[in-house]
């Protein structure tokens, strides 16, 4: 899989005009979200009790950054560089082995 480069300076500074701006909203490339870690957004972290989980997968197919793993039937860590710390895995959890605490405890 190819990934563009960022634009030079120089192309940053030109002023586009009406057709060469890109429409908002749309992704033009795909997986282009994982050129930008956006972990550092999280005021809540997510913290999974390992003897509860029952590898049910909820948490690996709602999550949507795409921030938790699932392998061989089994749930992976989550990826702390992606996740934003939405709590939707904690939500869906059936087990309630998900809990999440506040980022700051972590940056002690």
């Not at 049910?56 to 989550?78: L, Q």
Request: hydrophobic letters at 30%.
């Amino acid at each position: 899989m190819s990934r563009e480069k960022y634009p030079t300076e120089a192309q940053t500074k030109k002023k586009l005009g009406w057709r060469e701006i890109p429409i908002g909203g749309v992704i033009t490339r795909r997986a282009s979200a994982l050129m930008n870690k956006t972990g550092s957004w999280r005021a809540f972290r997510p913290v999974i009790d390992e003897g509860k989980c029952i590898n049910c997968s909820f948490c690996v197919t709602n999550c949507p950054d795409n921030a938790v793993p699932f392998k061989d039937g089994k749930r992976g860590k989550i990826n702390l560089d992606y996740c934003k710390g939405c709590g939707i895995c904690s939500s869906v959890c059936p087990v309630k082995c998900i809990t999440m605490e506040e980022e700051s405890k972590f940056h002690k």
